[in-house]
């Protein structure tokens, strides 16, 4: 395992276990003035440079916001930090992995007339994990007295050919319903943010999944029946 630090990050290679892939892990604590921000990023632009073959996961207190939403009380304005933050995510290709149980991890502790509440702290991944037939999720865990709660990354999945690969089922043209279910699932608003390469990886995901719901509740489990189906011959 290979470790390289600084006052504010701690970097290592990992490779887990049962896993062929190895990965570099970056944990943040981002400052709070602008110019010492700047400086992390060019630091973090650096290590990347070094370690360009693997995958990245990016996670910490990032001590800004993305946009406006990630804020109620107080001032709601991204500030010069938080625009170079999102250059640099977007130079490096990273994509945010958002929590499914909560958005904001930061509060000030107060009382409710004065009580902020930010999203601080998150998990940043490389564009090309999020391609893998694998599931990426951050969790938001219980507050435990500080003003930050903590974050959780899972990733299951990875190098597993236990898992079965998702195609698109030839049947599935078949059905009067398959066209106008696409264009209706494609136009929902999923509510995120990021660049058009990670919207359309979203969108595709989002396709994926209710096209499994849709087999699985409506068209009934294809594969399952296929699979009986050859049996009896």
Do not use: C
Request: glycine share 6%.
């Amino acid at each position: 395992m290979h470790t390289k630090a600084s006052r504010n990050y701690l970097s290592v290679v990992i490779q887990p276990v049962g896993v062929s892939e190895t990965f570099l892990v970056t944990n943040v604590y981002d400052p709070q003035k602008l110019e010492d921000k700047i400086k992390l990023l060019e630091a973090l632009s650096v290590l990347r440079s070094r370690q360009t073959r693997m995958p990245w996961i990016m996670g910490g207190d990032f001590n800004v916001i993305k946009s406006v939403s990630e804020k109620n009380g107080g001032t709601r304005v991204l500030n010069k930090g938080s625009l170079a933050f999102q250059t640099f995510t977007d130079n490096m290709n990273l994509v945010e992995s958002d929590s499914n149980n909560g958005l904001f991890t930061w509060n000030n502790k107060r009382g409710v007339e004065a009580l902020e509440v930010s999203k601080l702290d998150r998990f940043m991944i490389l564009e090309e994990l999020m391609f893998l037939n694998s599931e990426i999720t951050a969790k938001v865990l219980p507050f435990g007295g500080s003003d930050h709660w903590s974050i959780q990354l899972e990733i299951k999945g990875i190098d597993s050919p236990r898992n079965r690969p998702f195609r698109l089922e030839n049947i599935w043209l078949s059905h009067s319903d398959f066209i106008s279910n696409i264009e209706k699932w494609w136009a929902e608003d999923l509510q995120i943010q990021g660049s058009k390469m990670y919207l359309l990886q979203k969108s595709l995901k989002h396709i994926k999944f209710r096209l499994k719901e849709w087999n699985r509740k409506d068209f009934g489990n294809i594969f399952r029946r296929n699979n009986q189906w050859k049996s009896k011959f």
